[in-house]
């Protein structure tokens, strides 16, 4: 189900509790979502959509990764960028990234999974753990 989403930075700045798979329903909605705003999108936190759950998804190379309780293990090459967010009102914000990231996560099985990203998909899934992290940009 497409969802609203939600533009209330107290919400947003909650940290997100760890998702089960009594949050699976969450997970499909989030990327129902997604996909609903991919003219404008290319990730999301599940606190967008009204959940705190640790579920992020997002656009990678053409395709649709969904990520339960992702965390970064590691992450190098730190650089200076702008992005925005659909969440937040106003323009482009400054923020840090690094272009190469470890990510530990489970999958929609709650399979534990560990894969490296670089560019711009490790930017993309640096906003939206930070938004589970209940960082705003």
């Not at 990231?101 to 490790?122: C, H």
Request: hydrophobic residues 40%; proline residues 3%.
């Amino acid at each position: 189900m497409i969802r609203e989403l939600v533009h209330d930075p107290l919400f947003l700045a909650k940290k997100s509790e760890n998702a089960t798979k009594e949050d699976l329903s969450v997970a499909q909605d989030l990327l129902e979502t997604l996909i609903a705003h991919e003219d404008s999108c290319v990730g999301m936190a599940a606190n967008m959509i009204g959940s705190l759950k640790r579920i992020i998804a997002v656009e990678n190379d053409g395709e649709y990764l969904v990520m339960l309780n992702p965390a970064i293990i590691k992450q190098s090459e730190p650089y200076e960028t702008e992005e925005s967010c659909l969440s937040l009102l106003g323009g482009p914000r400054k923020t840090k990234r690094y272009k190469n990231i470890k990510v530990q996560y489970q999958n929609t099985q709650f399979q534990i999974r560990i894969k490296t990203f670089k560019g711009w998909t490790a930017q993309i899934i640096q906003h939206e753990i930070d938004h589970c992290n209940g960082v705003l940009i």
